[in-house]
């Protein structure tokens, strides 16, 4: 268990950078850039070439030796890992400020994310309309996830309130839970959950400039 | 280079699990709850008992063999390691609809960080009130962290404008950019970066989604 544990730490770790290798790989191919070397690449990165080399070796390579990287090959056969290949539908679960705010962004740049529905249990808020979106009440949310196939659902309503909502989505055939709520959840194995709790990473920008105060002083 | 950069990682991850130690033992305070053993907070929290000791043995331990963890000693001296017993000033900088929403919930569970201005280059959005901030001039902004002890700028501008924006707080004695702009920012070692890329983190569900699909296909 210890052992699996530290598997899968490290192909987190190397999922994480996924998404900025496909930032920057995009921003290479719209500057019109057709190759680039490893040691290119790590550079504009800010990684080693050996942690660049290591990372995409555990996906193939994609890498000719001596001739570096097809900047466009690479760019969709990352976009593929990461499943931008396809659309994925969401439904957004609190059509509160935030979740306002992520329906009028939820297509971060044409990647395939499809917002379908937003839900909410407030009586106020339930018929309004969020971006051409009219907010739909709790109780149709169930029907709604198995006939639109919608794989995500956005959760952006208080604690109290997320575990109960995220139990009752097991049942839906829901893939993943993307969770803004400010509490972890405790789903079965085949749905994924993606926690974003903005005040642990504010924490840990604080708590680096604490460290840097340290190691600086006098 | 690449042994630092190894050890460097390893000691990110740690850091990464501090907030939600924090919080569960927060809870746990609330709950009334007074000791813990390792086994049963780890449990809790989802990790090995090995990997919650060998977490907190980086910090000292805290522990005493065979008597667990005082919940509120633990809680304490977690939050001082991030930084938490002290206040921290900051600004917004970008008065859009994200930025509103970061000033009207800056202040998670009174963590200590305490928002004392909003700026903006925005003529139409300069002089007016977002919870009780009037929005300032973006010309007024480097003055205005020297002469208040600003230690955070929170970017939550176009990344167009950003590194811009981020270059020039440089000279200002700012300790830290919490950046919501979807661009990395390139800072030198005094000031440390936090990068929140909201599509990255959708994206690593979409992989593990795509993960669990590939293995449990058939």
Known sequence: MSNNEQENRISQAIVSRLPRYLRYLTELETD?????????????????????????????????????????????????????????????????????????????????????????????????????????????????????????????????SAKAVANGLCRTGISGIWNFSHTDLDMPDNIQVENVHLSDSLMRLSYRINEYRKNHAG
Do not use: C, W
């Not at 850039?33 to 990165?45: A, P, Q």
């Open 32 to 160: 019109g850039v057709e190759r680039i070397s490893s040691r290119e690449l790590s550079s504009i990165m800010r990684v080693t070439a050996s942690q660049l080399r290591q990372d995409l070796n555990n996906f193939g390579g994609f890498g000719q030796q001596g001739y570096g990287y097809n900047v466009s090959y690479l760019r969709d056969e990352i976009a593929k890992l990461l499943g931008m290949n396809d659309e994925h539908f969401l439904v957004i679960i609190g059509g509160g400020r935030f979740g306002k705010i992520l329906a009028k962004n939820m297509n971060f740049n044409n990647s395939g994310f499809v917002l379908k529905g937003i839900f909410d249990n407030d009586e106020a808020v339930i018929g309004t309309d969020i971006d051409g979106h009219i907010v739909m009440s709790m109780d149709k949310l169930s029907d709604f996830v198995r006939e639109n196939r919608i794989e995500i659902a956005v959760l952006t309503i208080p604690k109290e």
